[in-house]
């Protein structure tokens, strides 16, 4: 089946850790995005790539980092600079590079909390 | 003003009731309009996508687009248990795509 695998499901930080989430498409997509949701506040762009070996900063990359070495792969750091990490977190993909008609697929998320 | 806006709701309403939900915009750049469908705890599927203002029908949802008014909507017929989930719209165009905040919907038996 095609699709967007996000792991692990749910995920704990403690105080000075980084993390990272798992981020996998096998739908040929040459376009990826990691979104932030907090209840209330929407989808927040963190990151997203038009191509391999490209990534461009989102409205809140400050504290995440990221990497493009496959066009299947976007895994996602949560670094110790990001002081509220507790969140749901969306990886997402789509045929055509952002801005344009972009009909993005989205995974199940991680929960990610703050120990 | 916001670039894209649309109300949190929550709505609640009988089975069998038709739904409105509405976004407005404020980018005239945006020509592509998506609404998605969002499970408690799972990710948003693409629901609707229309490209420029008319209206698309899929089975008991219809998409309405009006950009003289920067307006958008969703139209759910027959309203059904299943159809509670959280409702994102979403519009994309000169060189962005931005999300609406979400609308809950819960559908009553």
């Known amino acids: 089946d095609g699709g967007i695998t996000q792991s692990p499901k749910y995920l704990f930080r403690k105080e000075g850790q980084n993390v990272t989430l798992s981020c996998e498409q096998n739908l040929n997509h040459d376009a990826m995005y990691w979104y932030r949701q907090d209840p209330g506040q929407g989808l927040r762009l963190i990151y997203y790539s038009q191509i391999v070996n490209d990534f461009q900063k989102g409205d809140i990359a400050e504290g995440y980092s990221v990497s493009r070495e496959k066009k299947e792969s976007f895994p996602l750091t949560v670094t110790s600079a990001q002081k509220n990490p507790t969140a749901f977190y969306l990886c997402?993909?789509?045929?055509?590079?952002?801005?344009?008609?972009?009909?993005?697929?989205f995974g199940s998320g991680t929960q990610l909390s703050v120990l | 003003q916001k670039e894209v806006e649309q109300d949190p709701g929550p709505l609640s309403v009988p089975e069998g009731a038709i739904v409105s939900l509405n976004c407005t915009y404020s980018?005239?750049?945006?020509?592509?309009f998506m609404w998605y469908r969002q499970y408690s705890r799972k990710g948003p599927e693409l629901l609707m996508y229309?490209?420029?203002?008319g209206n698309k029908e899929d089975g008991r949802f219809t998409a309405q687009v009006d950009k003289s008014s920067k307006y958008i909507s969703l139209f759910i017929r027959d309203s059904q248990p299943s159809d509670s989930a959280t409702y994102l719209c979403a519009m994309s165009g000169g060189g962005k795509l931005v999300f609406g905040k979400g609308t809950k919907l819960t559908v009553n038996p």
């Open positions: 997402a993909s789509s045929m055509n590079r952002p801005g344009v008609d972009e009909k993005l697929f």
């Open positions: 229309t490209y420029s203002s």
């Open positions: 980018n005239s750049a945006f020509q592509y």
